[in-house]
């Protein structure tokens, strides 16, 4: 299922047109999880959310207890899958914390040449979580690629005011075919390892 984080706002996306926080788009979320649980053909012990720049950035929050308790719901993801999630701003920005995890495996996968980040931001940020919560994360970083390795539309350069360590700026959107084939077949296997236990 794919949930559109614009279009049910009327918005395009981009960043001159997109909710004013990831915290906005959460509900959608939990609402997806809500009707996929309840749908009687679909086991509601495996559902994993899986999100992209923005979505990453969900997946990441719901994959923490203060996130989740908040919805107070009877069914929890199962894994967390995040595609280049702008990993600097966890911990740091208020809000956007990453620790005290579900316990449910989470999958970062993000670029080396991303400029939102910097390299190595996504393992830096996981080695400074508590130890419990270090064995719950896997990262991996794709190296030569930027934002966007997955996309089908060609290279694009947008400004974003939250890229570059926040500092705002220019921003490559690049397609790069094996990345994408790598990082989806890394996807499927951790969801196999998750589901099959």
Partial sequence: MEVDLWGGRGLTGGSA???????????????????????????????ALMGFSWGGVVSML???NAIDSAFNLPFRFAAH???YPVCYAYNQIP??????LTGAPVL??????DDYDFPGACELMVSQIPESDQQVVTVIEYPDVYHTW?????????EDPASHVGQG???TLSPDLETAKKSRRKAVKFLQATFDK
């Avoid at 004013?20 to 012990?45: C, F, G, K, M, N």
């Avoid at 809000?95 to 005290?100: Q, R, T």
């Fill in 62 to 64: 719901t994959a923490t």
């Fill in 17 to 47: 047109d997109r909710p004013e926080a990831p915290h906005e788009t959460l509900p959608d979320a939990y609402s997806a999880l809500v009707y996929l649980a309840q749908h009687p053909s679909i086991d509601a012990d495996k559902i």
């Fill in 150 to 158: 997955d996309r089908l539309e060609p290279k694009l350069i947008v």
């Fill in 95 to 100: 809000g956007f914390d990453f620790s005290n």
């Fill in 108 to 113: 970062i996968q993000t670029a080396e040449l």
């Fill in 81 to 83: 899958i995040a595609h």
């Fill in 169 to 171: 700026g220019l921003v």
